[in-house]
């Protein structure tokens, strides 16, 4: 399917020079050079023209005549019902008069009746051809075949194209459907009322709307209806009215060969209004731009589209299929009787051409490609085939296609009047030692060899590996295997993931004799095209409805945030979840919309909603505010947090790196770590989202495995953290304690966003924001803001002599920003305590208690706990002890009761005012 | 203007009525009768399909169930032989069939004219 979508680029369009692809010369008689053809398209190699003939009176005939035959049609099956009739009404007559056979013989008798009968069969024949001229006039799309095409290039002038072999050129409104030609005779009626002299793309569009299956597709992508055709009607009243008759332009005319075209590429029947709308919207810039308002784009339009296409086809297919399977055998043999029963491997297998002639097996989408790739493997000589590729993109449906391929006998000549039997390895192995498994194995294998009609496919064959019999080193499972597929006794396909294919299969005897076949993740258009084939089961199980947006955002979103799973299988988990979820919470008949998706992803992957559903560019535009609202003071740190956030959030990063890396710098209880929390919760929604690593713990090498894990299956803490919630603020604590060697580790998360941990698994780093703290140099910060040096000079001396001597430069290069954080003063600290109070505020009003201080109180508490060494961490003890110590002592021993007030007075001391008696 | 006139397109539309009334006997002998023959000839190939009969003679040597020993191939090639008279004596059958609509096709628009001119006589 992809094909499709490209091949639009090769049309290429020649208009008529004399009449500018009018057809008309100016007195309106058909232009002479081109005989009103007006444009022409040459798409591979064939020659496209319309003859189509719009205007008021050829389209008021056109409908008389469409009345007229439906007259004609009519009279005829009356007539046709009336000889019926009276023949019956005969035979009754007769049956009334006598009592002998001879009676009947009406092709013997003379009557009016027996004459309208006569009459009657003339007419029946009559609509017999009638009814096969109509079929045959009804020129459907026409596939060009296999290397039919014309040997010139284009033509330079019109009487070169008038020469070109009639079987080489395609009159497209032939293929239009009524209700496409309805359609565009709507779109001239329309430009024909509104006098306006040419019938333009967005005439066309508009019309669409009113047309069924067009409006299907706008309805999937949940567009508001009548806001567009308000929208459609202000672009239309722009366009201003002549006095010149209306006829079409010659972009209507592209319109239509591209419509052919894109119709006849998707294999349709017939030019269907839906095929005209991404034409329209290439030329219309205007209307693609008013469509891209409203959140449409070329590509969803395209995947609807195709989305109708799909359940068309399955529909067509399946009739097709029901047809075709019907001369597949249905028992074990074959249709030359030539087989043998194959009792032991009828046990151990299940039969895919079996399930696949009833019915019971998924439409595979796309995969042409690889499908043909395994044929050619086949047909070149190999023996076996093996799928690789990684879990989840849909091996086990191509496998389930060439089943229904073979089905159909629609294979290469080795595969045919065969049966494809799916060897099922844990059966195979239950219950039974290496050696026993072994015997079975040979015996099912010659019971292969000697039916000759069997083709086997081993899911997972990896899980045939290492399973030897007797002593080490003696032959495995997969060598007994592997010497019959190389001596061409049998047909094998596998599958194998890919990591598996490397770790077990890869340079082994199996993998030597085995073709490879690799099945790569589809691409997102691709994926949603796969889900689309199964929207109808689900919508049918769950009676829940899906917009498009819904399947292309389950798409985009586990593409984007499910690193260890694969498309398509991961999209379909989302989908199904989803589908379970609203039909529990809205009912059954509800709509899936953008936002559940949304939700699902998020409680799936851990990541914070806000991420998903993009709610936070307010939150980030105000972010200093935010920030300042929990954080006293380092106004610098906090602006370039905040900038840097910014630049993240609107995509202007590398892709490939953290959302952003600091080097927190500054001495203790400044508020490195409190403006770590506050990014945590503010950019991921809770405090949580937060992996805190105290590096002093990662003194020595050794403790490398503690971080990343090892091949023994420890887990790192490290990896396993970002592994299970990608979206997270990693705080490394003073990082200048750890290991040099770990240290290094950070070099590669910063520069590629990726590690590899212990097992071998690659975690995912570009949704963190690292953050680091480092007290380096903390003493002569005090001293330098002390003698007033600007933060900047600081900032340099300490990075090119401090920190050296303790982080390797180019560990220092990779943050996006060294900040330097200002000791505290007075002021910040009065600051901080007054917050401090009003959060233990918060937690005596969870228990009915009120809290009373004054500015003097806050003074106190701040000049006691001030210390410019420590910053605000004494405070934090000071509040302590001297506050909540008392707050608690008067609880247990007072009785603190409800509605009672503590009051904090200017020396810091706590008392307690009784509250009122209820 | 002749490509817009009401007049011009109604006498076509008319000598196009015509047109398909006097063509039909001609229909009827020649595309028609072509089609109805191409139809039975699908539907021959559609029953020798189902019945397998080329499959059968092609493999009339090869022994049924894969059993090479001589008395194998012997009872086989007998057992094919009787399948493949059988299975010719059914397509025969369709044949035959197919042969006497193609006949009905040919003679049956005589027959009624006949029929509709004896009413007169």
């Given at each position: 399917m992809p094909e499709e979508q490209n091949n639009k680029i090769s049309i290429q369009f020649i208009t008529c020079p004399t009449c500018a692809g009018n057809g008309k010369t100016g007195k309106g008689s058909a232009c002479k050079n081109c005989s009103g053809t007006g444009v022409i398209a040459i798409y591979a190699g064939r020659f496209y023209y319309s003859n189509l003939l719009i205007s008021a009176p050829a389209i008021k005939l056109r409908h008389l005549k469409k009345s007229l035959n439906f007259i004609l049609n009519l009279s005829e099956y009356i007539i046709g019902l009336a000889g019926l009739l009276a023949l019956a009404y005969w035979v009754y007559a007769a049956s009334e008069k006598t009592q002998t056979l001879e009676a009947f013989s009406f092709w013997r008798a003379k009557s009016p009746l027996i004459l309208i009968f006569w009459i009657g069969l003339l007419a029946d024949m009559f609509v017999i051809y009638r009814l096969s001229e109509e079929e045959a006039a009804r020129q459907k799309i026409t596939k060009p075949k296999y290397n039919q095409t014309a040997e010139y290039d284009s033509p330079n002038n019109w009487s070169e194209f008038n020469k070109i072999k009639s079987k080489y050129k395609v009159e497209v409104s032939g293929g239009f459907s009524p209700a496409a030609l309805n359609a565009v005779e709507q779109a001239f009626a329309l430009a024909n009322r509104a006098r306006h002299s040419q019938v333009r793309p967005i005439h066309l569009f508009f019309n669409l709307l009113k047309d069924e299956g067009a409006a299907a597709i706008f309805s999937r992508l949940n567009i508001d209806a009548v806001k567009l055709i308000a929208k459609l009607k202000n672009q239309l009243l722009a366009i201003e009215a002549g006095t010149e008759p209306t006829e079409l332009s010659a972009e209507i005319k592209e319109i239509f060969f591209e419509g052919y075209i894109g119709a006849l590429n998707s294999g349709q029947k017939k030019v269907e209004p839906a095929h005209f709308i991404l034409p329209i919207l290439v030329r219309d810039k205007n209307l693609s731009e008013l469509l891209y308002d409203l959140e449409i784009d070329h590509d969803k339009i395209n995947n609807v589209i195709q989305w109708f296409i799909i359940s068309q086809r399955l529909m067509d297919n399946y009739r097709l299929y029901r047809k075709a399977s019907r001369f597949k055998p249905s028992s074990t043999m074959d249709r030359a009787y030539t087989a043998v029963a194959t009792p032991i491997l009828n046990h151990f297998a299940y039969d895919l051409t079996l399930a696949a002639k009833w019915g019971r097996l998924e439409l595979c989408v796309g995969r042409v490609d690889e499908i043909k790739e395994i044929f050619q493997a086949l047909e070149s000589g190999k023996n076996g085939v093996l799928l690789s590729g990684p879990a989840g993109v849909g091996k086990n449906m191509i496998i389930g296609q060439i089943a229904r391929a073979m089905v159909e006998e629609d294979v290469p000549k080795m595969l045919r009047d065969k049966r494809l039997l799916e060897l099922d390895i844990t059966r195979l192995l239950s219950g039974a030692s290496a050696a026993k498994a072994e015997e079975r194995l040979l015996v099912i294998?010659?019971?292969?060899?000697?039916?000759?009609?069997?083709?086997?496919?081993?899911?997972?064959?990896?899980?045939?590996?290492?399973?030897?019999?007797?002593?080490?080193?003696?032959?495995?499972?997969?060598?007994?295997?592997?010497?019959?597929?190389?001596?061409?006794?049998?047909?094998?396909?596998?599958?194998?993931?890919?990591?598996?294919?490397?770790?077990?299969?890869?340079?082994?005897?199996?993998?030597?004799?085995?073709?490879?076949?690799?099945?790569?993740?589809?691409?997102?258009?691709?994926?949603?095209?796969?889900?689309?084939?199964?929207?109808?089961?689900?919508?049918?199980?769950?009676?829940?409805?899906?917009?498009?947006?819904?399947?292309?955002?389950?798409?985009?979103?586990?593409?984007?945030?499910?690193?260890?799973?694969?498309?398509?299988?991961?999209?379909?988990?989302?989908?199904?979840?989803?589908?379970?979820?609203?039909?529990?919470?809205?009912?059954?008949?509800?709509?899936?919309?953008v936002e559940d998706v949304a939700e699902i992803i998020s409680q799936k992957t851990k990541i914070p909603l806000t991420k998903i559903t993009e709610k936070e560019s307010e939150i980030l535009l105000n972010l200093e505010e935010k920030i300042h609202s929990r954080m006293i003071g380092q106004d610098e740190a906090v602006e370039m947090v905040a900038a840097s956030l910014r630049r993240a959030r609107a995509e202007l990063r590398e892709e490939k790196r953290p959302i952003a890396s600091f080097l927190f710098l500054g001495p203790t209880g400044v508020g490195k770590t409190e403006l770590a929390k506050t990014v945590a919760e503010i950019y991921f929604g809770d405090e949580d989202y937060m992996v805190r690593i105290d590096m002093s713990e990662y003194q020595r090498g050794e403790s490398l495995e503690k971080m990343i894990g090892s091949p023994e299956g420890v887990l790192g803490y490290l990896t396993e953290a970002v592994r299970k919630s990608p979206f997270s603020l990693i705080l490394l604590d003073e990082l200048e304690k750890a290991h040099p060697d770990i240290l290094n580790l950070f070099l590669q998360v910063m520069d590629d966003g990726r590690l590899t941990d212990g097992v071998g698994r690659t975690i995912n780093f570009t949704n963190c924001i690292i953050i680091a703290t480092s007290n380096i140099g903390a003493v002569y910060i005090q001293d330098q803001i002390k003698a007033g040096a600007p933060l900047n000079s600081i900032k340099e001396s300490l990075i090119n002599d401090q920190l050296n001597k303790y982080l390797r430069p180019e560990l220092i290069n990779r943050f996006d920003g060294v900040i330097v954080f200002k000791p505290l003063e007075l002021k910040e600290v009065e600051s901080i305590a007054e917050l401090m109070l009003n959060k233990v505020k918060r937690l005596l009003e969870a228990k009915g208690i009120g809290l009373k201080y004054g500015k003097e109180a806050v003074e106190k508490l701040a000049s006691l706990g001030f210390d410019p060494k420590f910053g605000a961490r004494p405070l934090r003890r000071l509040i302590q002890e001297k506050i909540e110590n008392e707050i608690a002592n008067k609880v247990l021993a007072d009785g603190l009761k409800r509605r009672d007030t503590i009051v904090i007075d200017g020396q810091a001391r706590v008392s307690v005012e009784k509250g009122r008696k209820l | 203007?002749?490509?817009?006139?009401?007049?011009?397109?109604?006498?076509?539309?008319?000598?196009?009525?015509?047109?398909?009334?006097?063509?039909?006997?001609?229909?009827?002998?020649?595309?028609?009768?072509?089609?109805?023959?191409?139809?039975?000839?699908?539907?021959?190939?559609?029953?020798?399909?189902?019945?397998?009969?080329?499959?059968?003679?092609?493999?009339?040597?090869?022994?049924?169930?894969?059993?090479?020993?001589?008395?194998?191939?012997?009872?086989?090639?007998?057992?094919?032989?009787?399948?493949?008279?059988?299975?010719?004596?059914?397509?025969?059958?369709w044949l035959v069939f197919s042969l006497a609509v193609i006949i009905f096709w040919i003679l049956f628009p005589i027959f009624v004219i006949y029929e509709i001119i004896f009413q007169f006589l």
């Open positions: 294998i010659d019971e292969v060899v000697r039916a000759g009609n069997i083709v086997l496919y081993i899911n997972n064959i990896e899980n045939l590996m290492g399973i030897t019999a007797g002593e080490e080193e003696s032959l495995e499972l997969s060598e007994v295997l592997a010497s019959a597929i190389s001596r061409h006794n049998i047909i094998c396909l596998a599958s194998v993931s890919r990591d598996n294919y490397v770790k077990y299969i890869e340079n082994k005897p199996l993998g030597d004799v085995m073709a490879k076949v690799e099945i790569l993740e589809p691409d997102n258009n691709l994926a949603i095209q796969m889900l689309e084939s199964k929207i109808g089961f689900y919508e049918a199980k769950f009676k829940v409805y899906f917009t498009y947006a819904s399947i292309a955002k389950a798409v985009e979103l586990s593409a984007k945030y499910i690193y260890d799973k694969f498309l398509p299988a991961k999209a379909v988990d989302i989908l199904e979840a989803i589908a379970v979820k609203v039909s529990e919470a809205k009912g059954i008949n509800s709509l899936v919309g | 203007m002749p490509t817009n006139s009401f007049i011009f397109y109604s006498l076509q539309i008319l000598t196009e009525l015509i047109r398909d009334v006097l063509y039909f006997p001609v229909w009827w002998y020649s595309r028609g009768l072509v089609n109805s023959a191409k139809s039975l000839l699908n539907f021959l190939a559609d029953k020798q399909k189902a019945l397998g009969l080329l499959i059968w003679i092609k493999n009339i040597f090869r022994p049924m169930y894969a059993q090479y020993d001589w008395q194998g191939m012997l009872i086989s090639f007998f057992m094919r032989l009787v399948q493949i008279i059988f299975r010719s004596l059914i397509l025969l059958f």
